[in-house]
T-cell receptor
Framework: NAGVMQNPRHLVRRRGQEARLRCSPM?????VYWYRQLPEEGLKFMVY????????ESGMPKERFSAEFPKEGPSILRIQQVVRGDSAAYFC????????????FGPGTRLTVL | SQQGEEDPQALSIQEGENATMNCSYK?????LQWYRQNSGRGLVHLIL?????REKHSGRLRVTLDTSKKSSSLLITASRAADTASYFC??????????????FGQGTELSVKP
């Protein structure tokens, strides 16, 4: 959706490198969700953040993955020591107050791990 | 199996025909949302129906929700070739859900032939 920015749109990394994905939600949206979409599958929830707080990270792999949403600047999803299985499309979505509202999705970042 | 399963997995129709997609889910929900995704793109929000609503319309879209059967349907009337996309239902469950994260189904791939 127009207004939700994700960059880069495409990211290629070699195994063992770090991937850093950015998401800037629409103005006024202080709640961000990250989802991952594997090929031929639906989206799977990873993490829900408000400014400076992680509210729900129940969908995040226990290792190598982290997320933040600082007071200023975009939300960052960081994947350390990437493996081939991390290749996927990563989408962020923003909303105004969380809790059961419409979520506005960005165009996604397609990560390819060689 | 996970919340929000659509059927059919794939649907091919002629332009002008109606397309119906179904979604089933397992737990109590606050709302159910339908999204559209064109190949290789982000998600576009189509419609949100809350648990106390039974039917909702938006242009050529009609969504129904039956909470007793834990199912929803999306009807697209007078389909167009431009409706070709994948359609996902997503539920925001009530239990153990901090902040309204969405659980997506696997999607229905709709192909509308001109």
């Amino acid at each position: 959706n127009a207004g939700v920015m994700q960059n880069p749109r495409h990211l290629v990394r070699r195994r063992g490198q770090e991937a850093r994905l950015r998401c800037s939600p629409m103005k006024g949206h202080s709640h961000v969700y990250w989802y991952r979409q594997l090929p031929e599958e639906g989206l799977k929830f990873m993490v829900y953040l408000q400014k400076e707080n992680i509210i729900d990270e129940s969908g995040m792999p226990k290792e190598r993955f982290s997320a933040e949403f600082p007071k200023e600047g975009p939300s960052i999803l960081r994947i350390q020591q990437v493996v081939r299985g991390d290749s996927a499309a990563y989408f962020c979505a923003g909303t105004t107050s969380g809790n059961y509202n419409e979520q506005f999705f960005g165009p996604g970042t397609r990560l390819t791990v060689l | 199996s996970q919340q929000g399963e659509e059927d059919p997995q794939a649907l091919s129709i002629q332009e002008g025909e109606n397309a119906t997609m179904n979604c089933s889910y397992k737990t109590s929900i606050n709302n159910l949302q339908w999204y559209r995704q064109n190949s290789g793109r982000g998600l576009v929000h189509l419609i949100l129906i809350r648990s106390n609503e039974r039917e909702k319309h938006s242009g050529r879209l009609r969504v129904t929700l039956d909470t007793s059967k834990k199912s929803s349907s999306l009807l697209i009337t007078a389909s167009r070739a431009a409706d070709t996309a994948s359609y996902f239902c997503a539920t925001a469950s009530v239990r153990g859900n901090q902040g309204g994260k969405l659980i997506f189904g696997q999607g229905t791939e709709l192909s509308v032939k001109p």
